[in-house]
């Protein structure tokens, strides 16, 4: 069975920074999508970042330049790194992640950041950034 289980988040001030992981099991697939997810309440599920198992990225328009997704091939981790934090990043995050079964050699935005691709999910790490 494939958990997913997130870490990292906290409260910080604007401007600041925090790191989520997303620690994978039960994975056996060589191949993957995975991704991180925020909500916010009262507000729908977007995509963040994603990528793939060969390193490919896509990120929202939103956080680039401030956000940076990795991963940890080995043991099927899955980070976070969040700088420059606003007031509207607040929410709840979470990790996802599906089976790679695509030949392209591209990652799109429009597969990375679409949470209709994703089979698995973990429960979410509350992040708060106040002004």
């Keep these: 069975q494939v958990q997913l289980a997130e870490s990292g988040g906290g409260s910080v001030q ?21 991704a991180w997810f925020r909500q ?12 793939d198992s060969y390193g490919r990225t896509d990120y929202a328009e939103s956080v680039k330049g401030r956000f940076t997704i990795s991963h940890d091939n080995a043991k099927i981790t899955l980070y976070l790194l ?11 995050y979470y990790c996802a992640a599906v089976n790679d079964a695509r030949s ?15 089979s698995y ?3 979410g790490t509350q992040v708060t950034v106040s002004s």
């Design 40 to 51: 916010a309440p009262g507000q729908e599920r977007e995509g963040v970042a994603g990528i």
């Design 121 to 123: 999910w973990g429960q």
């Design 14 to 34: 604007s401007g600041g920074s925090l790191r989520l992981s997303c620690a994978v099991t039960g994975y056996t697939d060589s191949r993957y999508l995975m």
């Design 82 to 92: 969040m700088n420059s934090l606003e007031p509207e990043d607040t929410g709840m």
């Design 104 to 118: 392209e050699s591209s990652l799109p935005p429009w597969l990375a950041l679409n949470q209709h691709t994703y």
